[in-house]
């Protein structure tokens, strides 16, 4: 009865929460998130001690790069009762690859007012936190975004230049979500038939509460060198939408090219002649390799280009799609996901036609929230993605 007594009369004269110490802990929210991607992470501390000076460093890694995005914030709030010191940091970090990424420990150094003391020191850490971060889904640059924008601005209509007029084309690329050194470089514009200078590069990066937001502008001056027509290829640009889950692809889009009094002599809708793919199928199957490089020579550029792309739409052999099917064998799904994206990226170049959402279940499973309960079967997730691509062939009469 007396030991009960004295627990009570303790626990009387001890203020609400005296037990509780300073802390600091990092707070970073669900997510499955892939290489380049931003983990918003928010440094938290609660304190009760009176502070009169403080010092914060957020550790740098080979592992990733990291931005502040805002300055710190210093509110008081109730906490299990008790009024409290809130801090709060908010980080914007991007994984530089993939694999187990250890955040922290990161330390918090305060200068408090002390009991014997007028001022004494006191670190206040915050325990590492280990978040999985998954390989990007393609090869190259891993710009991962919540949204991408692309807008093309042409100084003229360019199949219809005026003769010795150069076109300028300008083309601006907003990230929202990706930091500046993510977003990739200037693309190279290069032809036989094609002038081409490139003005210097503008790129800026402004800070949200959110995250970066990024602008990119290209320019280029671009002027006809002989008196074919021809077509500037479109330039895809691959970026994984973080609020999909999913790989998407921008696109800076194909444009006719030449003057205007060239067209104006040129007949037929500028397509590959049925006699010339016939020829093309022959020397397949034929195997007259010396006559088929003969004739590409006597083409002009744009009818090289169609005719190399209709040999390869009739070669009866994929290089991509054998490389699927060597994935298939690991049973590993991202090594998967990036051969169906070389053969995606192959029939983009051919013309052949892409939807985009081919790989949409595939993404679910390896990028999704919750994508873990989803089930993977390599060979129907590959027989799935290839019967959808062939079918838009099919379609397409292709």
Known sequence: MRLRRALCLLLLLCPAGAARAESLRLVIPEMRPVAGEMIPVTVRGEYERQITLEKLSFPDSPDYDWMQLARDQWRTEQVEGRSVRVFERRIALFPRHAGPLTIGPVTHRLTVVGTDAPREDLPVTAEPVTVAVAPFPVEGATLAARSLTVTDALSAEPGKLRDGETLVRRVTIEAVGAPSHLVPPRPIVRAPWLISFAAPEARTQRLTPDGPVTTVTWEWHLRPSTGDPAVLPAIAIPWFDTEARQMRTAEIPAIPFGYASIYAGVGGTGHLPAGQVRAAALAITGGLLAGCVLVLAGLGPRRRDDVLKALGRL????????????????????????????????????????????????????????????????????????RAVDGLRRRSGR
């Not at 090594?335 to 192959?346: I, T």
């Open 315 to 386: 070669s009866p052999v994929d290089p991509t799609r054998i490389a699927v099917r060597r994935a298939v064998r690991t049973g590993e799904p991202f090594a998967l996901r990036r051969a169906v994206e070389r053969h995606l990226r192959r029939w983009r170049a051919l013309g052949l036609p892409v939807s985009g959402q081919e790989t949409a279940r595939l993404d679910a499973r390896l990028y999704g929230r919750g994508g873990d309960a989803v089930p993977f079967d390599a060979g129907a997730e590959a027989k799935a993605i290839l």
